[in-house]
């Protein structure tokens, strides 16, 4: 209860899940079947790059700061980087949205969202963002509770998004457990889990649980921009994506070579892995 994102937003770790996130939006727009899109941390909605948070830690120059201007990005990047800029044109050129206001933007009519939030003063800058927005439902609560209400979806396609603080290591064993509990009543949807890269034995453990899950179609996604051997700080982060989008994996194995070259912190830091966990049974 005590993270506040607006300490790291717009950093390394935001800058992949929200490349990815709109990769998949992209794949379910594509379809005219409406969607439903549950965000289970959902967080305030937008931060301000200029405020005082974001000012005391400056994590977001080296993340989105490092692509603006960058020659060369591939084209998963400039999706995002086209999204950031919308947000930037409607809200201000130092606003930055998080991943319940991208879901809201790529929103079709008939398509839902549902996002949850229980720090009571997030969720209550999430409501004032987007309570009232068409269609979209503001929850305060416990997300991977919520997910026991919440699935399956009527729509029957859709996105679960898991981005959970994780203020203690055991937050990787909650998070394997609420996936497999989830995955059991919405087999078919598309699920994207984000988790810090910080110590390597945790996600080590984390990927083995969701090898032993028996879940089908697991893709394991790691960017890291810094050597994990150092013991202060995030050295990156990684995805979980269950039912990714047709060719996503190509698509990420395009993006990510020039993604960690532009993020590392020292030359030769930068890594990318993209990783089949389990594929069909």
């Known amino acids: 209860m005590n993270y506040r994102h607006a300490f790291h937003v717009a950093n390394v770790g935001d800058v992949l899940k929200h490349m990815v996130l ?148 055991a937050e990787y064993q909650a998070m394997a457990a609420a996936l497999t509990r989830a995955h059991r009543r919405f087999a078919t949807g598309v699920f994207l889990l984000w988790y810090p890269i910080k110590d390597p034995g945790a996600v080590a453990m984390l990927h083995q649980m969701l090898e032993d899950s028996g879940i089908p179609r697991v893709l394991a996604v790691d960017l890291t921009v810094r050597p994990t051997t150092r013991l202060a700080g995030m050295a990156g982060c990684g995805l979980i994506l269950v039912n990714p989008p047709w060719r996503l994996d190509e698509t990420l194995r395009d993006a990510l070579p020039w993604l960690a070259a532009r993020l590392e912190v020292e030359p030769g830091a930068g890594r990318w892995q993209v990783d089949w966990l389990r594929g069909e049974d």
């Open 22 to 169: 709109i990769q998949v939006l992209a794949h379910l727009r594509a379809k005219a079947k409406p969607f439903a899109v549950i965000d289970t941390h959902a967080g305030a909605g937008a931060y301000d790059l200029a405020g005082p948070a974001s000012s005391r830690t400056g994590e977001w120059r080296g993340g989105l700061g490092r692509l603006l201007g960058a020659p060369g990005a591939p084209d998963a990047v400039r999706a995002y980087l086209d999204q950031v800029g919308a947000v930037q044109g409607e809200f201000g050129p130092t606003m930055y949205p998080g991943s319940p206001l991208l879901a809201a933007r790529l929103l079709r009519p008939g398509d839902r969202l549902v996002a949850v939030e229980r720090h009571p003063e997030e969720h209550a800058a999430l409501d004032d963002l987007l309570g009232r927005a068409p269609g979209v439902t503001v929850r305060d609560g416990d997300g991977y509770a919520a997910l026991t209400a919440l699935l399956p979806p009527p729509e029957r396609r859709g996105l679960i998004l898991m981005d959970p603080p994780f203020e203690d290591r």
